[in-house]
């Protein structure tokens, strides 16, 4: 039974990657994928903060933090990927810059798939990882669903309308029967989590990376927050393929990752319902 439903939740990851990526695609003409590269320096800070600061800090972190090796590459794994849709949905939220927050998630997400299988080889030198592989994993499961929920977006508007909110809903739904299922498969692994330094490791990583993102977003006080978020919200879709590829046996991979994921959320929804409340003051004046 225990590898049936072991077997399910690994059959939920690929589900949930796809919806989401599938969602995110039916949400965006091409062309948004194009208007964001107008601010080359709010770009070029965008790329430093998610693809060099981030993992310097990781690397920080792990030497301030000794944590145990599938821990620690749960992190690093996280600090790798970024471009995480869940960002608009917070973005849309506090009413900040939407046209930026979606041109940068698109941006990370693209960038992510180059540059997460090359860095691995870099960030975990000490593990064997096939670049290839991760490389046709991310393509297959994240970069295709995306340009097929695009294109239709484009050719078939009215249609993808209609059927984005089932793919959302999927999306979300196996996301918690993903959280559900290996909570339940591993919930010894999960408790190593919290007794080795891994949560506080995951905290500061969270609220490091936003404060990145935010100090490198300027001038503008809605584009700090935007970066802030999608600096702090990594890409776990991306992880979760290469996790899945490379570390399915290895337990405390996934449960960093998730660990990270869910806290990033729960930190980011407190940052946006505090920036939320200003808003609405600033309005009512």
Excluded: C
């Excluded at 990376?209 to 927050?225: D, V």
């Excluded at 978020?229 to 996790?243: E, H, L, P």
């Excluded at 660990?259 to 980011?268: F, Q």
């Amino acid at each position: 039974m225990e590898v049936i439903l072991q077997q399910f939740a690994n059959l939920s990851i690929l589900i949930y990657i796809v919806s989401t990526m599938l969602s995110m695609g039916l949400s965006f003409f091409p062309k948004q994928f194009i208007e964001p590269l107008q601010d080359k320096k709010l770009i070029l800070k965008s790329l430093a903060a998610n693809f060099i600061l981030v993992p310097l800090l990781t690397y920080i972190i792990l030497q301030l933090i000794p944590l145990q090796p599938g821990l620690a590459i749960g992190l690093v794994l996280m600090a790798a990927g970024a471009g995480s849709p869940f960002m608009l949905k917070l973005v849309q939220f506090i009413k900040a810059d939407m046209a930026f927050a979606v041109g940068l998630m698109l941006i990370l997400s693209t960038v992510t798939l180059i540059y997460l299988p090359l860095s691995l080889s870099f960030l975990l030198p000490d593990v064997s990882v096939n670049s290839l592989s991760i490389a046709v994993s991310l393509l297959v499961l994240i970069f295709l669903p995306l340009l097929g929920g695009t294109a239709l977006k484009w050719r078939y508007s009215k249609l993808a309308e209609i059927i984005k909110p089932t793919f959302n809903q999927i999306s979300n739904i196996f996301l918690f029967v993903v959280v559900l299922l290996y909570l339940g498969l591993n919930y010894q692994d999960f408790l190593s989590v919290f007794g080795t330094g891994g949560l506080l490791a995951a905290l500061i990583f969270v609220l490091a990376s936003y404060f990145i993102g935010y100090m490198l977003g300027g001038p503008s006080k809605n584009t700090k927050t935007v970066l802030g978020m999608g600096t702090a919200i990594r890409n776990s879709s991306a992880a979760f393929v290469v996790a899945l590829a490379n570390f399915s046996a290895q337990y405390e991979v996934m449960a960093m990752i998730i660990v990270v994921y869910s806290l990033s959320i729960i930190v980011m929804m407190l940052i946006s319902g505090e920036i939320g409340k200003r808003t609405k003051k600033s309005e009512d004046i």
